[in-house]
């Protein structure tokens, strides 16, 4: 039975990331949930009711759909046309010929962990990145310039170390990809995952639990926390228990808080549900091509949306929506800059905007501006 990863959940659980990209692509470790179900199953498509977010076109016959935010594609059983398995009172995987749960189903009830939240994924990616990272094998292999402590510490023969810097494997491996350049006086705590073509800049400190996705640029302090590809965080600043969407630009300066001064669980606001976390850690949850300026302070459990233009000398809104221009005063940021400025970044980094990508832009901003 072919498997079909599908959008059963509320997609709005997993702002702001999941707002520009398919559940599935969302990282949970050093894999995207999708490269998870493939490993494990071998072929599989994905399907979206979002006319935005591209799918594959579905084989013929009976399929077993399944919720990409189950946590492990080995805990989905086989199962028989019309069957639905519900953990914790939600559907999470059902076999069908077509991509609706079948109305005269057989329910069948059955622990399978999932994930209900983006902040979920965050307070569990060091252990993830940790058991991907060994699951990858990761081996002793950097140049005479890096003061190593522990063992598992892999940086690419292409990656460019221009001083000497410190990488701590004690606490878990550390894989650096190929054309990465790092400057002097850098510290990497593991588990620690930096892509191909980054750059780390000189007395840049990374804590545990970081993912840098390829052409990231950093710089400050970072600690647990996820950056898709071409994000720049250049200046000092902290960032940490975060979870950073592509093409954003955080000016210099930018700082997160992630902890109350009174140590109490954080709250936060998906436009009008608000869910206390239960986590005491919780930092800044930003969409792709979303921008800081300088000194930009966030408190904690911000969830910033994507394409919004954060320059408000006060402390920001928690919850700032998609295309908001926040200043003084949020306004809406028009589409027509939002994608002429976007497609400024992506040509800066050798990326052409398609007509598939615009026609998202277009469409978010009709979703949730009007």
Same mark, same amino acid.
């Given at each position: 039975m072919k498997v079909v990863l599908i959008e059963i959940q509320d997609i709005k659980r997993f702002y702001p990331i999941s707002l520009t990209r398919g559940l599935w692509e969302i990282k949970t470790?050093? &894999?995207? %949930? =999708?490269?998870?179900?493939?490993? #494990? &199953?071998? %072929? $599989?498509? $994905?399907?979206?009711?979002?006319? =935005?977010?591209?799918?594959?076109?579905?084989? /013929?016959g009976l399929k077993l759909f399944v919720d990409p935010m189950v946590k492990d594609p080995s805990s989905i059983p086989e199962l028989k046309p019309g069957e639905v398995i519900y953990s914790k009172g939600r559907p999470v995987c059902f076999a069908s010929e077509t991509p609706e749960i079948p109305e005269n189903v057989k329910r069948i009830d059955r622990d399978i962990p999932f994930y209900s939240y983006l902040h979920e994924i965050i307070e569990e990616f060091p252990d993830n990145l940790k058991k991907d990272l060994i699951q990858m094998e990761v081996k002793d292999d950097y140049p005479n310039v890096v003061k190593a402590i522990g063992r598992q510490i892999q940086i690419h023969r292409e990656a460019k170390i221009s001083g000497e810097i410190t990488v701590n494997a004690e606490n878990g491996p550390v894989f650096i990809g190929k054309g990465t350049k790092i400057e002097p006086y850098t510290y990497?705590?593991?588990?620690?995952?930096?892509?191909? +073509?980054c750059l780390i800049k000189a007395g840049t400190r990374i804590e545990g639990g970081v993912y840098l996705g390829n052409w990231t640029k950093v710089a400050?302090?970072?600690?647990?926390t996820i950056i898709h590809? #071409?994000? +720049?965080? %250049?200046?000092?600043? &902290?960032?940490?228990?975060? =979870?950073?969407? /592509?093409?954003? +630009?955080?000016?210099?300066?930018t700082t997160n808080s992630d902890l109350k001064n009174n140590y109490s669980n954080i709250r936060i606001k998906i436009f009008d549900e608000e869910i206390n976390t239960g986590l005491m850690f919780l930092g800044l949850l930003m969409?792709?091509?979303?921008?800081?300026?300088?000194n930009t302070s966030f408190n904690t459990g911000t969830l910033a949306g994507p394409f919004s233009n954060i320059f408000t000398r006060e402390f920001p809104p928690k919850f700032i929506p998609p295309f908001a221009w926040v200043g003084e005063k949020m306004d809406v940021y028009r589409v027509d800059k939002a994608i002429e400025t976007a497609r400024k970044v992506m040509k800066r980094r050798g990326v052409e905007m398609d007509s598939g990508y615009e026609f998202m832009i277009k469409r978010l901003f009709e979703i949730y501006t009007q």
């Open positions: 470790g050093v &894999f995207s %949930q =999708y490269e998870r179900f493939r490993k #494990y &199953f071998g %072929q $599989v498509f $994905v399907f979206s009711k979002r006319d =935005y977010i591209s799918s594959d076109t579905l084989p /013929e990497i705590d593991g588990p620690a995952f930096i892509g191909e +073509n400050g302090e970072i600690e647990h590809g #071409y994000s +720049n965080k %250049q200046h000092h600043g &902290f960032l940490g228990h975060s =979870y950073i969407g /592509e093409w954003v +630009n955080l000016g210099a300066g969409g792709d091509h979303s921008k800081s300026a300088i």
